[in-house]
């Protein structure tokens, strides 16, 4: 038991600081990397708790693919320079409001939705948690996920999916005038497509049209 | 005490698994140089040792005595930090390949999760040590493998899939005795070739070493880097290479079975079989290194958003219809 709170504590501890390390540290790339740090740990005390699977998938989707399109976009950003200019400049102060009364919103439907949530009953029925203890935590997670919360699940997906289309339509444009190379057309060139051997009269030449 | 105990019990598994896999990642550098030097007609390194076997460990103690040069404008912590986590990386995934029914280091339920989360960790290093060497050609590099990585990362999620679909379960031993009776590589050859590609892409191999493209790039992300920190990287590369030959062989080509289960064939033990199919795995990739041009850079993403992604998801359904069809399900 010592041993896990240790782990437990340090996880914690770790997660905490990097938090407030994302919000505190001046260079926004430090602040992607701590964040990264926040992920990891999180996943560490997921593991902790006995949800691996969960813990896994946090690596994977969030550190594993999120974090980097983060990172990337922040480091072609050179966003520290520019945070400072939008400090010092006067729009500063008309969008903080907003951004308060955005993320005031988003708390408060935060609140309703969680405690508005019912939890499926016998999940946390006793004499049936010693049945649920023999299955693998992946394969619990999916007896659940896809049979009684079925709808949950799809309508979420749903939602993913037309988000992916929607911020796909929002940044294609087509341009005009842009050279691409077809690689199909490239292979399938022939030698009679790009060499003729012509008959050259002495002191004549030959008259090339293309 | 107690925990003492403990303690000392898991370094001294630790270190046994951990120094044949740096020792072995030293021979297979020399291997790999081997290949292609004989693919190209060279003898390739062959002095150091008998055949030249201990070329690489001459190279890096040299490389630990070299002066390690940090650039005066990089950014210090991560520039440091980056070997150190492609290295860290490489290495502690090897703590749930099994290798043989009981000899695993932690035989955890989600086993191939772990394996690709730590797989999919990997692009930090190259990221970090591009973006902290300040410096046009390691970003350029970093940015490169960043975008590659996440982007061959997806086929091979999907992949995994498909042989998840077959076995039922997420545990790697599991993965090895589902295949008993079949070798994988047998029903989803084509994900094999896929996984293979897909291989080469995630470990920046040739032909899709874009990331380090010396012709372009100089070495890509490696370029700042010098002595032990550069030896790291490398290391650190050749160590992932191995781990996705272990994949490989543990998805398809059934981990530490013996190819027939007959009397010859069962009295070499399990972990031999395994290693050999991590080396026929890896002479492949030499293979291909001295065989294959370099990919440009749109060809690779084509490939990867829009002939790989399409064609695992497709083979997803049908193996799903398959085994629903026939009732082959594995349920337990």
């Given at each position: 038991m010592i041993a896990h709170?240790?782990?437990?504590?340090?996880?914690?501890?770790?997660?905490?600081?990097?938090?407030?390390?994302?919000?505190?540290?001046k260079n926004t790339v430090h602040s992607v990397f701590f964040l990264i740090l926040d992920f990891i740990s999180i996943s560490c005390l997921f593991i902790m708790i006995g949800a691996e699977f969960l813990g896994m998938i946090m690596l994977i989707v969030y550190v594993g693919a999120v974090a980097v399109l983060f990172l990337f976009v922040v480091m072609m950003l050179n966003v520290a320079q520019q945070r400072n200019q939008w400090f010092a400049s006067e729009s500063s102060s008309?969008?903080?409001?907003?951004?308060?009364?955005?993320?005031?919103?988003?708390?408060?439907?935060?609140?309703?939705?969680?405690?508005?949530?019912?939890?499926?009953p016998d999940l946390f029925d006793i004499n049936n948690s010693s049945q649920l203890a023999k299955v693998s935590n992946t394969h619990s997670l999916g007896q659940v996920l896809y049979t009684d919360y079925i709808h949950v699940f799809q309508i979420s997906g749903m939602i993913?999916?037309?988000?992916?289309?929607?911020?796909?339509?929002?940044?294609?444009?087509?341009?005009?005038?842009?050279?691409?190379?077809?690689?199909i057309s490239q292979i399938s060139r022939e030698r009679s497509d790009g060499v003729s051997v012509l008959k050259v009269e002495s002191k004549k030449g030959v008259k090339i049209d293309d | 005490m107690e925990y003492l105990g403990i303690l000392f019990d898991q370094v001294y598994k630790i270190l046994f698994l951990l120094v044949p896999v740096l020792l072995s990642v030293a021979m297979v550098v020399w291997l790999d140089r081997r290949v292609w030097a004989f693919v190209q007609k060279r003898k390739g390194p062959n002095v150091v040792g008998p055949f030249g076997l201990l070329q690489t460990i001459?190279?890096?103690?040299?490389?630990?005595?070299?002066?390690?040069?940090?650039?005066?404008s990089s950014n210090k912590v991560i520039f440091i930090l980056a070997p150190i986590v492609t290295m860290t990386l490489a290495l502690i995934a090897w703590a749930v390949i099994p290798f043989s029914a009981t000899q695993v280091l932690a035989d955890i339920n989600v086993g191939i999760l772990y394996l690709f989360a730590v797989s999919s960790l990997g692009v930090y290093g190259i990221i970090m040590g591009g973006w902290a060497s300040n410096s046009k050609y390691p970003f350029l590099g970093a940015i490169r493998s960043a975008a590659q990585m996440v982007s061959y990362e997806v086929s091979i999620g999907v992949i995994i899939i498909n042989v998840l679909l077959c076995v039922g379960s997420l545990n790697l031993n599991d993965i090895v005795i589902a295949q008993q009776?079949?070798?994988?590589?047998?029903?989803?050859?084509?994900?094999?070739?896929i996984f293979f590609i897909s291989a080469l892409a995630e470990t920046n191999r040739p032909p899709f070493d874009l990331p380090e493209a010396e012709a372009e790039l100089v070495a890509g992300y490696q370029t700042e880097y010098s002595g032990m920190m550069y030896a790291m990287f490398w290391l650190g590369e050749y160590a992932n290479i191995l781990l996705m030959c272990a994949?490989?062989?543990?998805?398809?080509?059934?981990?530490w079975l013996s190819p027939l289960e007959i009397y010859p064939f069962t009295l070499v033990p399990g972990p031999i079989w395994l290693v050999l199919k991590i080396l026929l795995l890896f002479l492949l990739f030499a293979l291909v290194k001295a065989i294959v041009p370099r990919y440009r850079y749109d060809q690779l993403m084509k490939l990867g958003w829009k002939v790989f992604l399409p064609l695992s998801l497709i083979w997803v359904v049908f193996t799903a219809s398959y085994l629903f069809y026939f009732n082959l399900l594995p349920v337990n």
């Open positions: 709170s240790i782990f437990f504590y340090t996880f914690s501890f770790i997660a905490i600081i990097s938090a407030v390390m994302v919000t505190v540290s008309k969008h903080i409001p907003v951004g308060l009364i955005i993320s005031t919103l988003i708390f408060v439907e935060l609140i309703i939705v969680i405690g508005g949530w019912k939890y499926k993913l999916l037309v988000a992916m289309i929607g911020a796909i339509v929002l940044t294609f444009r087509k341009r005009e005038g842009v050279k691409t190379q077809s690689y | 001459a190279d890096a103690l040299k490389y630990i005595f070299k002066e390690i040069i940090i650039p005066s009776n079949l070798w994988f590589i047998i029903p989803l050859f084509p994900m094999f070739v994949m490989g062989a543990i998805l398809f080509l059934g981990g």
